[in-house]
């Protein structure tokens, strides 16, 4: 099973602010088979990139992944409140299917 | 707009067995190409995935599940559904449906990326 550890934990910032978020796997992930998801309380995650890179529908362009082998990184420029979240990167290379802790993005 | 909704009991004893139901509107889970997913996350914990069902039956578990869970698909009714055997508190969790895959521009069908969700709906076991 993959294993995906995430940091940091908790990063608050501002609204306005640029956030950096990072995702680590295990292992190096297969055709960068890496998505991340937002959670805001009491949702349901929404997907926001998929294959590491590529913008799910709807997504603001202010939301980019990036990264390859092993590591990823999801960008969030210029911060918007409804941003404060928590944000989940999740592997589907292998099986199962795992999630990282998450990063809880803090106003 | 495709939207899903989780409906079941919310409270399942002990020892017994959990079942889900997952209603897809807005398109066909006979959708060419996809699976439809589980995943839950206990109360101020983490997602795990469950299992995934295509429609045409092809079913992948979680292995720390496989031996409890059944997912199976009811194509007329346009729904898929969940049974979760043998429940002890660590089965207490918000349980989510979701469609599984994203089909590229070439009709490449990437498995294991869960958009849309439904809203989820917690299962308490509890005697």
């Known amino acids: 099973e993959i294993v995906l550890t995430q940091s940091p934990g908790t990063l608050s910032l501002s609204p306005g602010e640029g956030a950096t978020l990072s995702c680590r796997a295990s292992q190096s992930l297969t055709s960068s088979r890496l998505a991340w998801y937002q959670q805001r309380p009491g949702q349901a995650p929404r997907l926001l990139i998929y294959?590491?890179?590529s913008r799910a529908t709807g997504i603001p362009d202010r939301f980019s992944g990036s990264g390859s082998g092993p590591d990823f990184t999801l960008t969030i420029s210029r911060l918007e409140p409804e941003d404060f979240a928590v944000y989940y990167c999740q592997q589907y290379g292998s099986s199962p299917f795992t999630f990282g802790p998450g990063t809880k993005l803090d106003i | 707009q495709m939207q899903l909704q989780e409906s079941g009991p919310g409270l399942v004893k002990p020892s017994e067995t959990l079942s889900l139901t997952c209603s897809v509107s807005?398109?066909?889970?006979?959708?060419?190409?996809?699976?439809w997913a589980w995943v839950r996350q206990p109360p101020g914990k983490g997602l795990e995935w469950i299992g995934s069902?295509?429609?045409?039956?092809?079913?992948h578990y979680n292995p720390s599940l496989k031996n409890r869970i059944i997912i199976s698909v009811d194509t007329s009714n346009n729904q898929f559904s969940l049974r979760l055997r043998s429940v002890t508190a660590a089965d207490t969790a918000f349980y989510f449906c979701?469609?599984?895959?994203?089909?590229?521009?070439?009709?490449?069908?990437?498995?294991?990326?869960?958009?849309?969700w439904g809203p989820g709906t917690l299962v308490t076991v509890s005697s």
């Open positions: 807005g398109a066909s889970i006979n959708t060419i190409g996809y699976y």
């Open positions: 979701a469609r599984d895959g994203v089909i590229l521009n070439g009709g490449v069908m990437l498995a294991g990326i869960f958009d849309p």
């Open positions: 294959a590491a890179s």
């Open positions: 069902i295509f429609s045409g039956g092809n079913i």
